[in-house]
Each structure stands twice: as structure tokens, then as C-alpha cells.
């Protein structure tokens, strides 16, 4: 394997054209997942799409789904994400009651199991149970609204989730999402993040696989250091 397999590059439709989705699906063939991000206007001050859109995002997409639910009462809805056929389900550990027994939920339906974490949010308490996880996502800016500045703050707690997850053994991804671009990717990679969602410096260029290219490589060039 080389250090750019290892490597995963997500964009998000967040940034896409909505009225053109399927069109905007159909320039990002050589991602590895499209992130979709479903907000409540609840957990989040800002209302997305729900099932019905993700039903129709799923039949059409030439890649999986990774659905981040950035929504209260996850452990009611999300099992539904999972049945939809979406690849990866990640939840916001702020808004489950039982994160394992989720997480084990969602996997007995056959998605991988994700869990985020707010950037106020410590990751102490996940480093005992992250063989329960096929994903962890750290946020590098407050969930809720694209195009916001990275938070370079939030790397040691990256990192801290990287040193653990190797002591253990563990094989779960991290996943950093917010301000990810050419110029914060190695950053975050450095950090120990290898799974990366990319909104406005994907769907915002002219060439979307090559900027998707792009940011792979400055990912697995930090990784190689």
C-alpha cells in the first residue's frame, strides 16, 4: 500500500450545487466517499436535507456515502441513515445517549460506524471503546456552516486520538472536516488524520478530481514525515 491509498478524500455536497446534484455527483468519480452533511436546525443552527434527499443522493452517486448527522435524538434516527444504504454513519457523540450500543446498531445493519466530537469536546473518554468505532471524526470548526476557517487548535487533540489509536492496535480512521484545503491538509495529516472532507477546494475548482488529487498527495506527503 502506498501512503496515498491510505489516504481517503471526502468531499461535501455542502459545497456543491444543489440543484445540480446529480451533475456535481458526476465530478468527484475518484473520491473515496461523498460527505453528506444532514443538519436539524436543532443540534445546529442550520437546516439541510434529511432521508428523502440522502435516499436520492444514494441511488445516484457514483461514490459511497459517508453521512455525518449533525442532529439531536441520534440514537433514534440514525439506524435510518444506515438502512438507507449509506456506507459510513457518523454521529455527534453531544448527541447520543448510548454511543456503543449505536455505534454496534449501525454496524449489525452493515454501515461503518463514525463518531464526532464538537471542537470543545475532550476524546478522552473515547480512547477505551475505539475498537467500538470504525471512524472517528474530530471537527476543525464549529459544526453548522461551510467555508469556515480551519482550527489548528484542534490538532493535539488529534494527535492524542492518533497515539492512542496506535498503542491499541486500533484500525479506526480520524476524520477532520472544516477548512480542509491545500493549504491546512498537511496540518491535519501530520496530526494523524488520514480521512479528509474537502467542501469549497473541491467543488469550488475547475477541475474537482484534480483538486481532489491534489489534496491527496499533500496529505500523504505530511503522512510520509
Do not use: C
Not at 474530530?138 to 456552516?145: L, N, R, S, Y
Not at 492524542?160 to 496506535?166: K, N, P, Q, S, W
Amino acid at each position: 500500500m502506498t501512503d496515498a491509498d491510505a489516504i481517503r478524500i471526502n468531499p461535501s455536497i455542502l459545497a456543491a450545487d444543489f440543484v445540480n446534484m446529480q451533475a456535481e455527483l458526476g465530478r468527484i468519480r475518484s473520491a473515496d466517499f461523498v460527505h453528506v452533511d444532514v443538519m436539524d436546525n436543532h443540534f445546529v443552527p442550520n437546516l439541510t436535507f434529511g432521508p428523502q434527499m440522502v435516499e436520492r443522493i444514494q441511488a445516484t452517486s457514483p461514490v459511497p456515502l459517508d453521512v455525518h448527522l449533525m442532529i439531536s435524538d441520534v440514537d433514534r434516527w440514525a439506524p435510518g441513515y444506515a438502512e438507507l444504504g449509506a456506507a459510513s454513519v457518523t454521529f455527534h457523540l453531544e448527541a447520543a445517549t448510548d454511543p456503543v450500543r449505536l455505534a454496534r446498531r449501525l454496524r449489525d445493519i452493515g454501515a461503518r460506524a463514525g463518531v464526532a466530537v464538537k471542537p470543545a469536546t475532550p476524546v478522552d473518554g473515547l480512547f477505551d471503546v475505539l475498537n467500538e468505532f470504525d471512524q472517528i471524526l474530530v471537527m476543525t470548526v464549529e459544526p453548522g456552516f461551510g467555508g469556515q476557517s480551519f482550527m489548528p487548535d484542534q490538532m493535539p487533540k488529534l494527535r492524542r486520538l492518533a497515539d492512542e489509536a496506535r498503542r491499541r492496535g486500533s484500525q479506526v480512521w480520524l476524520q477532520v472536516d472544516g477548512g480542509i484545503s491545500e493549504a491546512t491538509i498537511a496540518q491535519a495529516a501530520e496530526a494523524g488524520a488520514d480521512t479528509f472532507v474537502a467542501g469549497s477546494a473541491v467543488f469550488g475548482a475547475d477541475d474537482p478530481d484534480a483538486a481532489i488529487a491534489s489534496l491527496r498527495s499533500g496529505a500523504a506527503a505530511a503522512h510520509r514525515h
